[in-house]
């Protein structure tokens, strides 16, 4: 049979550096695809674009649910794009977990970025993985780079461990946060202080702009107490309002200059290097786990061992052991085939 176009790598290739915003779709959910046909060709596609990614400012945000993280991104890109840049935002939604679809559609969350031809936004559901950061999030930031995007965002859901696995994959974290909710010390998790490369207090406009001005100054308190990251970089405390665009001007330059900064020391080289890391291993964690649950020893075990530890006949620990040796086994068994077959001497 004849192959397609959509077979081939240089389709993708050739359309993602011609900025064609139809194959990006495209190629987007390609590699977002878990069929094995489409792994394989999606990371022929991700090794021809590399070279033409990592030139782009990644910018990753969090915050807790009611922030207003949406209308800050969107205030933020719109403000971007009048300054000639071409901006990426990958909003990561959460998972229906009976059904895996999204509950929410950022671009009608951000309607009126969503309209600019110099903006791209892909909502990507989370699939029920830990923290909420979509599976290929890194490889789709990639791709959107290698399209000639700027400025690449990254919004998470706030949720469990997403600001780490996000913090891991862009160069400035910047995490939003409320005025008025009660002790704002007591709410802020330390390893999210230690992460932020920025805190900015959103909502700062009418009534609550006193109560935000408290608020920076509790949150500055608090990053006084953890030794920054970075020998170049004192992360500030601002305050914003996404609804007014207040304060989106002078987040957006905290960013440059941490991003000039980290670039002169070499920083930033030696964080991409640290991610590229990062994300090897999650890709061999997960190819693990995969393989784990496709072999067919472990699929003919899988159901008989989950009841008995249900039923507390078998422990959690003996189940494991039991299914790590038929893993063990059957590699064993496959290593013997492919041995070489020695004659006999009659």
Known sequence: MASTPEDDVQFYVEGVLGRNRRILAKTITLIESALPKHRNLARQIIDSLLPHSGKAVRLGITGVPGVGKSTFIEQLGLMLVEKGQRVGVLAVDPSSSRSGGSVMADKTRMERLALSGEAYIRPSPAGGLLGGVAHKTRETMLVCEAAGYDVMIVETVGVGQSETAVASMVDFFLVLMLAGAGDEIQGIKKGVLELADAIAVNKADGDNIEKAKQARKAYASALHLL???????????????????????????????????????????????????????????????????????IKERLLVTTKAVENGTVSPSAAAAELLFLLDKREAVDNLKNLPVKSEKT
């Open 227 to 297: 030794t920054p990251a970075s020998p170049t970089w004192t992360p500030p405390v601002m305050t914003a309002s996404a609804m007014t665009g207040a304060g989106i001007e002078e987040i957006w330059a905290a960013v440059i200059s941490h991003h000039d900064k980290h670039t002169a020391s070499g920083e930033l080289v030696l964080k991409h290097q640290r991610q590229s890391v990062d994300w090897m291993w999650a890709l061999l964690e997960s190819g693990l786990k995969r393989r784990l649950y496709d072999h067919p020893l």
